[in-house]
């Protein structure tokens, strides 16, 4: 909506609707530029409403070309219509009603992608959050929930497909080279799970068997002639149903789930109701256009949306303050899918660097907001890493704390109790209470209280009372709106391991309650003691990432060095190996910023090559191990006064030094860790082709020329090694020959397939220094870049914002201005594009002084230009906030 100002929406103003609505009816006649949208629709009065209260049906920049209340004539008088609302007044006291309205809207002008749209000359719908009330006038909030029956008139030879949700009723011919297709949906459901497409797709069809025996139809429909590119997301979705019901005792509930892949799509994907709308980002592979991570990326997200049919759709959100209650419960679902599908040490390891990457960031700044926030101005930028990774964290959590028997109880007492309803964060943390008679009061902060947690550890071992003591201490720091915290319900995964490595049970433990082994840590400072320890312990604190909050425990590389060799808990030997890094690369940093010599602590490399050439290890967990922190995180850690060029600078020599050392152990790796044969997807083999192309990224530090990257380049006969060699060659080699060879012969081959361009163009923007931003400028040009495309503008102009810190932050601000201008011009047509970019900037404070004041004058040449959306001002007033 572009309403600029845009008004504040609060939790604790939430009351139900006066009128409760009973059955939906709609007719869409499809035409390109102007679809006819009959929508009927049956209320009733809720019992002991005021009976002179009026309807009040939320709109978006909608014309009303008819309305019928009981199928006759309403007078102009009783009524008012705007675009964005419908206000209909004198309306039966109790009985049921039927209101006939009538729109007429036009997709193809529909650049926001919210609403009815044309993409590729299919029509689709994006619903979620409020994009239904650009269809229709309608109660468009989460808690109205109704059966829907939906009919579809449209040319049959442009569009033979006509799809919407639940189960096929019919369809026949219409005249006039019409046909038309009746759906209905048996299931309540909001109308932000509404969907409808049609077109000419092709189909990938198959089948699966439920738990209890019901054959249920799957369809997954792309542009035709990209079938067997779908096979694979396929084969994730059958798997993806298979786990549901294992994992959760959870089944499908229609005879059919489609999905469809579209090019142009906001968002990663959509869980309408049996009908879930895909970026084709996220269907579409084969080993010669997508690399391992987007297989990985594919599961992942068939998966979420298939999942969303229980945890989202059967139980819904009361209202959108509670979108982690769907979110960041089915983000946990689909990570425990992965890791079960995967090595969930590596998956793991994924997920935490992703958190702390993205989440840990927003949680520190400007855009702060509790798992579940109180207010929003714009709910579109509510769909954060908070949200759905830090509410996955949690959910994660309450298992920690519950134990996996008694969480699958909760989960079924939550899905016996709610089916059908639209609920509140309360009432998914009731049921785990109820099932495990623990109170979950204090445990809840981690819904109300932003902010990451910061722990302080430290520890003292007592030789002759054997005793450890471990004095632990919280605080959670101040975040927008939000001064004053109280202490937090914290369960720290802990592991005590003797000098040998070998592990020591304490017999005992005081001062703190010990489940399993997890430590719950509940008062602002908490001071333990293990009893029964026969040797001074190496403490490993917080593994597996057991809570999300930032550990300040200060041991020694030894150590660390240790608990890297020995923990059986495999995320926490990497932890360690972060741990022993870290430091160095930040004091690099601060060395670098003062024209300081920087040097690389042998303790860390040695570790590190140990844990490269340890072949007891897997593979995939050896390449996170060599992936050093980025320069992003870097910036993180070293929290303010930031000098990208220096960080840059710093990450670069460590890991010059890392790749002198380890040699022999790259050189190694590089021959050993090929993969014969056919191509296979499958995690064991994705490990080791990251394994060796992270030897050969080390490797190309020490070349002179690019003839090892470039014969790798030539030599890839699969989408992931050819795209890490090109990386390479751009990243180290820029000015080469071979490297502007080698991306235009990849443009060239790939010229016609529009994702594996957005790797070309993503490879480029991200290339460091100041001369990133003329590279962009000229990308800009190429045909193949189209400013329309959400996936084309994530690639070039995000990947520059969001990943390439010296190319976007160069000192003389080129690059804020760049992006101020590009936001203001995206905004125009795409809001929500605009809004998310944007949060690229969401650190500038943490910039030395002269890059801040150019990042905040770009910042603030946004916050004055006039007819901003309402997405894009809410997120720059808070950003300079
Ligand atoms: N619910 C979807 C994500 C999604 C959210 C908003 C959208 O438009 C504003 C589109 C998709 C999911 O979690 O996958
Ligand atoms: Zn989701």
Redesign the pocket.
């Known amino acids: 909506m572009r309403t600029d100002t845009g008004q504040i929406i609060n939790l604790a103003d939430y009351r139900p609707t006066d009128f409760v609505l009973e059955r939906v009816d709609l007719t869409f006649d499809l035409h390109p530029t102007e679809t006819k949208v009959e929508a009927r629709l049956i209320f009733h009065r809720r019992e002991g409403i005021d009976p002179k209260a009026p309807l009040v049906l939320d709109g978006d920049e909608l014309l009303l070309s008819g309305l019928l209340l009981d199928q006759g004539e309403l007078p102009a008088e009783q009524y008012d219509a705007t675009p964005e609302s419908l206000t209909i007044r004198d309306l039966p006291e109790s009985a049921p009603f039927e209101l006939t309205i009538t729109t007429v809207i036009n997709p193809e002008a529909n650049t926001q992608l ?1 609403g009815l749209y044309r993409t590729g000359g299919i029509y689709c719908t ?1 619903c ?2 409020e994009g239904f009330r650009r269809i229709t006038y309608f109660p468009d909030r989460p808690d109205v929930l109704a059966p829907y029956t939906v009919n579809i008139i449209a040319d049959k030879a442009a569009n033979p497909l006509l799809l919407s949700n639940g189960n096929f009723l019919g369809g026949a011919g219409y005249g006039e080279g019409r046909h038309f297709a009746a759906w209905f949906d048996p299931h309540p459901k909001p109308s932000y799970l509404f969907a409808l497409v049609a077109g000419d797709l092709g189909v990938v069809e198959d089948t699966f068997t439920t738990l209890s025996g019901r054959e249920v139809a799957l369809k997954i429909y792309v542009e035709h002639g990209k079938e067997p590119r779908a096979t694979y997301a396929m084969d994730a979705l059958k798997r993806s149903m298979k786990w549901d019901e294992e994992r959760f005792g959870r089944e499908y509930d229609l005879d059919i789930f489609m999905i469809v892949a579209v090019s142009d799509f ?6 309408n109701k049996g009908l879930n709308v895909f970026n084709d980002k996220y269907v579409l592979a084969d080993p010669e256009t997508a690399t391992d991570a987007d297989y990985a990326n594919i599961e992942a997200i068939i998966a ?2 298939y999942f969303h049919n229980w945890t989202g759709n059967r139980i819904t959100c009361r209202d959108w303050f509670q979108l982690c209650l769907k ?1 960041g419960l ?1 983000v946990y679902r689909d990570h425990e899918f992965s890791a079960d599908q995967r090595s969930r040490p590596v998956k793991r390891i994924a997920e935490v660097r992703h958190l702390k990457s993205e989440q840990f960031p927003e949680d520190s700044g400007p855009l702060a907001h509790p798992v579940r926030p109180t207010k929003y101005r714009e709910i ?1 930028n509510f ?1 954060t890493t908070t949200v759905y990774e830090k509410g996955s964290e949690v959910t994660r959590m309450i298992a920690t704390l519950l134990g996996r028997d008694l969480f699958k109880k909760g989960m079924d007492l939550y899905f016996d109790r709610h089916d059908g309803q639209a609920v509140t964060i309360e009432d998914f943390v009731k049921c785990f209470e109820d099932v495990s008679g623990r109170d979950l009061a204090q445990f809840s902060l981690w819904y109300h209280q932003a902010g990451t947690p910061l722990v302080t550890a430290s520890g003292a071992y007592d030789a002759d009372a054997k005793t450890f003591t471990l004095s632990l201490e919280q605080m959670v720091p101040a975040t927008p709106g939000q001064s004053i915290k109280k202490p937090m319900h914290i369960p720290l995964r802990t592991g005590l391991l003797a000098e040998d490595g070998t592990v020591i049970t304490p017999a005992s433990v005081t001062g703190a309650e010990l489940t399993g082994d997890v430590l719950h840590l509940t008062k602002q400072t908490q001071t333990v003691t293990f009893h029964g320890i026969p040797s001074r312990p190496v403490l490993s604190l917080n593994r597996s990432f057991s809570t999300p909050i930032n550990l300040q425990f200060s041991q020694s590389a030894s150590d660390l060095a240790l608990i890297a060799r020995y923990e059986t808990d495999h995320f926490a030997r990497w932890q360690a190996l972060l741990d022993l890094g870290l430091p160095n690369l930040l004091q690099a940093a601060r060395d670098a910023r003062q024209g300081a010599e920087i040097t690389c602590d042998p303790a860390f490399t040695d570790a590190l090559l140990a844990a490269a050439a340890d072949e007891s290890l897997e593979p995939a967990f050896r390449a996170q191990a060599l992936a050093l922190p980025s320069e992003a995180d870097i910036a993180r850690e070293l929290g303010g006064n930031n000098d990208p060029d220096a960080i840059h600078a710093a990450r670069q020599t460590i890991i010059k030094r890392v790749a002198e050392a380890g040699k022999a152990v790259f050189t190694a790796l590089y021959d050993s860790m090929q993969t014969p044969g056919l191509f296979s997807p499958d995690a064991a083999s994705a490990g080791r082709r990251a394994l060796r192309n992270t030897a050969l990224s080390y490797l190309s530090q020490l070349d002179e020329t690019p003839a090892r990257v470039k014969a790798a380049y030539d030599a890839a006969n699969n989408m992931t090694d050819l795209s890490a060699a090109l990386t390479i060659l751009a990243q180290r080699f820029p000015d080469a020959a071979e490297t502007a060879t080698a991306l235009a012969h990849f443009r060239d081959r790939f010229a016609d397939n529009a994702l594996v361009i957005d790797k070309w163009l993503a490879i480029q923007a991200a290339i460091p220094g100041a001369g990133a931003l003329e590279r962009i400028r000229l990308l800009m040009e190429t045909p193949l870049f189209k400013r329309t495309n959400p996936n084309r503008v994530r690639a070039l102009v995000g990947t520059f914002a969001f990943a390439n810190p010296t190319g976007f932050g160069r000192a003389d601000g080129a690059g804020y201005n760049f992006l101020a201008d590009e936001i203001l011009e995206i905004d125009q047509r795409n809001p ?1 594009l605009a809004a998310r970019i944007l949060t690229s900037m969401r650190s500038w404070r943490l910039l030395e002084p002269v890059r801040a004041d150019h990042a905040r004058s770009a910042l603030m040449r946004i916050e004055r230009a006039g007819g901003l959306s309402t997405d894009v001002r809410d997120i720059v007033d808070r950003i300079l906030k």
């Open positions: 919210m994006q979620e959050a906001n968002m990663g994907a959509m869980e979420h949306e979110e089915t579109n769909y929500q």
